[in-house]
């Protein structure tokens, strides 16, 4: 069982996960200091995934990071990254001016 529940019930609202997928998936959250090295070894993930991490961190940081995320793919993986459009939060932001 999830350990998560609100989690669980989400991703099986929006069809992300059926509910039996939702049941056997056994999620251990990792709590970790990404300004330091990842605790895992070079090329363990096909796919490296982060929504709005980088711009919390200076450009050093955000460079090791990055430099850290493309250790630990494997060749040939995927990396996913999402973050604010600074363009168009200005925009709006001028806009209600």
């Known amino acids: 069982m999830c350990n998560h529940k609100r989690l669980r019930k ?4 929006l069809g992300l996960v059926t509910r039996d997928q ?15 090295p990842l605790p895992f070894r ?3 993930f096909s796919v490296v995934y982060a929504s709005h991490v980088l711009e919390h961190l200076y450009l050093v940081e955000a460079q090791r990071l990055l430099c850290e995320c493309r250790r630990v793919l494997k060749s040939g993986g995927v990396i996913r990254l ?5 363009r168009s939060i200005i925009a709006e932001y001028l806009k209600k001016k």
């Open 10 to 13: 989400a991703l099986v609202t």
């Open 42 to 44: 070079e090329n363990a």
């Open 82 to 86: 999402v973050v604010p459009d600074l």
């Open 22 to 36: 939702a049941t056997q998936w056994n999620v251990r959250v990792l709590v970790r200091d990404l300004r330091k």
